[in-house]
């Protein structure tokens, strides 16, 4: 028997365009490690190397050369349960001659219908179990085992080898193992598989993620062509072979971090003026800092947050030796208004001869027409980058690689909704690459006030791990509860030990303005900021719902603009249709979440001229713009006067934000304007807002109620407003109201811990075991959309594409591409599927309530039917999508409503025959 033989002719894959052509399993693991090789040496950050080597610098000098050599190792090894009789037997049905060739060695492989008698062994499980029997240190097995994406059970590591993987040809497949280890470990360059070192969990982890991004790489055949199979390959193709797949992936080498410092004139060039008193004390923490970890910046509104922890981002990066930036937003919005200020930011890290990546990752990012642009020039999958003109010859581009679901936070640049950093807390195939991702970024997470207590969840977890691979992490927030400000420390600083609160010991209830707050190592440090600044009064009255009308008509009797925010849409849509009939002379312009893409941008675009720094006084007066809460983020817009639903005192605050927030249109304001004032609406009746009590409950209700003043100064007065409303506060209620308040908090209560043990279903465990069970009983993948669902606890919602039918044609809107025909008979082209897909809104949520959406499904499938008979159906992308289709009045009866769409006032729901639940 020569065993040597029998290993090289054992198969790893197959052409499936052309069955003459097959890839050896020795030259697949050879492909691996190469790739292994090259990662570690050109790509992987310094900060992520560091943490696989031990977790500190002396630790990456001590054992950098022993990890490159096990990353070899794992390269070589990763699919040594492939030489099974097993795999083997299913592989070489479409192999013959590879069979007949092995059978001439002196090994049989039964055919693959005799191996269904076999317990079905995945190749990754078989390989964990083949390693473990030859004595291969046990993280190192389990790493093998996970390399598909799910580590093994507990219960799935009772087999034996040589019962469920070898046929009865034991004594040759055990010598082919030992074989097989014998040449990985003289490939690797180790003495003796010995040398291989024990692994915590977290280095587990992230070599785990390398070996997928590896094994991936070497799988596709654009890099690793396939071979005849009349041969067992030759190892003088190596490292030729490595060497000009690798020049064809291109991805870009690991960022080096400039200076360690940030000086003015640095601060100045990135962003074009010289840093404020924040800016500057949040660049003092972080150059001072002895190990850059959590870093909670709580500031004003439109203060300069994130230039601060942008210029914090670089100090750190340079410190930690971190190979990009993650910045998450709570909405699809907020990433698309902070994308060019990344770009544009990411732009001037670039030095001479320098590549980075750059993604935009949320379910509509290609619909951005930033970041549209961006991809004009992209390639097939795998094939290819677009690219950002820089100077110096450098290169922003948006790699294809990293464009894969999964592997985004690869990229050095990841704008991003925060789904995708609470992904990384959420059990699910492959989730090594999404920690591969984030252990090598600074990250950054706006906004952190707006989650609720089911994302929390994942949120903290996230932060759980983030602080267990030593990531920098900077949360921003203007209304930050002070429970939430210690949930997120204890959670970064969960997985170390000592961790000491004596530096700060108020540093829990501190209720400074602007407030840093940071970890040092295992210590909590804080610093109250006093700066001298703009402060803005506003005057806050009440008004009954039926006085709306005559407070705006009162107000803008001079000129002036209003800011309406109504809690749901159709009190927008009814609100704005009432002040157009009764206030002609006035402009209405309403903005919510039920507008089409290219709608929404339009408006978004219009009050940003309108109402933002440029806009003039002759564009401001008598214009009146209603909404929703899409309002409080994102948009840099400025009011005289608001009128806003009650709603809890942090997003009340964020309302304010919008209201005086440029200085310099103060000249342009009536004289009874000049004073910010805010008309909080109240119900004719007591009770409150049926909307606005279902979205936001009525204990946070109750307690802003009773807790707004008259007068609030800002941003003298946030911390004391948003910490008594979320904190120990006694609002002090009487007669009838205690019961009511009481019964209000324990369905608070209730509610907060229904959803923290819902989100517990998925969560990840915490960073202290092994890798065998770390996904628990998880065996299938979520898809995107249905990942992103699992970490945010919102109602039912159904996005559709909206068309109108006309005959047998569909046309876009009149006013969207001038109320063209789709082309129904062919599959678009990219450009005209991007079009077609931007004609997307929401539902009205009547429509997704629980009584109401299988019958809401069941129409949808028949339109889907419809509209899919031709052509459209072969598209993976169209055959996906739901649509809506009106009629030439731009109207239809749908699952028991009536729903219309105007382009002033989006979709509109009313009620229609059948419905019976409105």
């Not at 590879?98 to 090994?107: D, H, T």
């Not at 469920?164 to 990985?184: H, N, R």
């Not at 769409?901 to 509109?908: H, R, V």
Request: charged fraction near 25%; glycine fraction near 6%.
């Amino acid at each position: 028997m020569d065993v040597n033989k029998l290993m090289r002719s054992l198969a790893a894959k197959t052409n499936p365009n052309d069955s003459a052509q097959w890839l050896p399993l020795w030259m697949h693991a050879r492909d691996t490690a190469g790739i292994m090789e090259k990662l570690w040496k050109h790509w992987l950050p310094a900060a992520v190397r560091r943490e696989i080597c031990g977790g500190s610098e002396e630790a990456l000098q001590e054992n950098e050369a022993l990890f490159q050599k096990v990353c070899v190792f794992l390269g070589m090894a990763h699919d040594i349960g492939k030489a099974t009789a097993v795999f083997q037997a299913r592989i070489l049905e479409m192999l013959p001659e590879v069979r007949e060739r092995l059978a001439e060695e002196g090994l049989e492989i039964p055919s693959d219908a005799e191996s269904k008698r076999i317990f079905n062994v995945p190749h990754a499980l078989a390989g964990q179990v083949i390693l473990r029997d030859l004595h291969v240190e046990e993280g190192i097995c389990e790493i093998v085992g996970a390399h598909h994406g799910r580590p093994a059970e507990c219960s799935e590591l009772k087999i034996k080898s040589e019962d469920k993987l070898c046929w009865d040809s034991f004594e040759y497949w055990g010598t082919i193992w030992s074989e097989f280890l014998s040449y990985a470990v003289r490939m690797s360059g180790l003495n003796c598989v010995e040398e291989l070192p024990e692994l915590s969990i977290t280095q587990q982890v992230l070599l785990s993620g390398l070996i997928i991004m590896a094994d991936w790489i070497a799988s596709n055949q654009f890099y690793f062509p396939t071979i005849s199979v009349d041969e067992l390959g030759s190892e003088k193709v190596y490292p030729k072979r490595v060497q000009a797949a690798w020049k064809k992936l291109e991805l870009p080498e690991y960022r080096t971090a400039g200076a360690l410092g940030m000086g003015e004139e640095s601060f100045q060039d990135r962003f074009g003026f010289s840093p404020n008193k924040l800016q500057a004390a949040v660049m003092d923490v972080a150059e001072n800092v002895g190990e850059p970890g959590l870093l909670i910046i709580e500031a004003q509104m439109g203060v300069g947050k994130t230039e601060a922890a942008l210029a914090a981002s670089e100090i750190f990066a340079g410190i930690c030796g971190s190979g990009g930036l993650f910045f998450g937003l709570p909405t699809q919005a907020t990433a698309n208004g902070i994308f060019p200020r990344i770009l544009d930011w990411a732009k001037k890290q670039l030095e001479q001869g320098q590549k980075f990546s750059l993604i935009l990752k949320h379910s509509k990012a290609d619909l951005n027409p930033d970041y549209a642009k961006l991809l004009e020039e992209m390639k097939t999958q795998f094939e290819g980058e677009a690219q950002i003109d820089c100077e110096d010859d450098a290169q922003l581009v948006v790699h294809s690689f990293f464009r894969g679901r999964k592997q985004a936070l690869l990229s050095d640049f990841v704008v991003a909704t925060v789904d995708q950093i609470l992904m990384a807390a959420l059990k699910q195939k492959h989730l090594m690459l999404r920690h591969l991702g984030m252990a090598g970024k600074i990250v950054i997470i706006d906004e952190v006030h707006a989650y609720d207590a089911y994302m929390s969840v994942y949120l903290e977890q996230a932060l759980c791990w983030l602080g267990a691979y030593h990531v920098p992490v900077i949360l921003l927030s203007a209304t930050l509860p002070a429970e939430q400000r210690v949930s997120f420390v204890n959670a970064y600083l969960s997985n170390r030990d000592g961790s000491s609160q004596e530096e700060v010991k108020e540093w829990k209830e501190a209720r400074g303005y602007p407030l840093l707050t940071w970890t040092d190592e295992n210590k909590i440090c804080q610093r109250e900021l006093q700066l001298q600044g703009n402060t803005r009064n506003v005057l806050i009255k009440r008004v009954k719902e039926s006085a709306r009308i005559d407070i705006l008509r009162e107000k803008l009797m001079d000129g002036g603009c209003a800011i309406v925010i109504l809690s749901t849409i159709r009190r927008a849509q009814e609100f704005a249709k009432e002040v157009r009939a009764q206030m002609p002379e006035a402009e209405i312009i309403l903005l919510h979440s039920a507008f089409l893409m290219p709608d929404r941008a339009a408006r978004e675009q219009e009050l940003l001229q309108k109402l933002g720094k440029p806009s003039t006084k002759a564009e401001r007066d008598h214009l009146i713009v209603i909404g929703t809460s899409v309002l409080e983020q994102s948009l840099d817009i400025d009011g005289d006067v608001m009128l806003t639903d009650l709603c809890p005192m942090d997003l009340l605050l964020q309302r304010l934000g919008r209201l005086h927030r440029h200085p310099i249109h103060d000249d342009m304001r009536p004289n009874q304007l000049k004073t910010a004032q805010c008309y909080v609406i109240e119900p004719d009746e007591d009770a409150f807002e049926s909307g606005t009590s279902r979205i936001y409950g009525d204990y946070l209700l109750m307690r802003t109620k009773k807790r707004l003043p008259d007068h609030i100064t800002l941003p003298t007065d946030i911390p004391n407003l948003v910490q008594d409303c979320y904190g120990t506060w006694d609002p002090q209620f009487a007669g009838e109201e205690v019961s009511i308040y009481q019964k209000a908090g324990e369905k608070e209560i209730k509610k907060t811990k229904l959803k923290r043990t819902g989100a517990q279903t998925y969560v990840l465990g915490d960073p202290d075991e092994s890798l065998t069970g770390w996904l628990g009983n998880v065996k299938s993948d979520f898809s995107e959309g249905k990942a992103m669902a699992q970490v945010r606890d919102a109602e039912n919602s159904i996005e559709v594409l909206l068309f109108i039918k006309h005959e047998d044609e569909i046309r876009y809107l009149p006013w969207q591409q001038e109320g063209e025909s789709l082309p129904l008979d062919r599959i678009p082209s990219k450009e005209e599927k991007r079009k077609i897909l931007q004609q997307c809104v929401k539902l009205p949520g009547a429509l997704c309530k629980t009584w109401k959406i299988d019958m809401t499904l069941k129409e949808l499938n028949q339109i889907r039917q419809w509209v899919l008979a031709g052509e459209w159906k072969q598209d993976a992308e169209l055959r996906e999508e739901s649509f809506l289709l009106l009629d030439e009045n731009l109207e239809t009866n749908f699952a028991g409503f009536h729903l219309r769409y105007t382009k002033a006032e989006g979709l509109i729901c009313e009620k229609g025959e059948g419905d019976d639940r409105t």
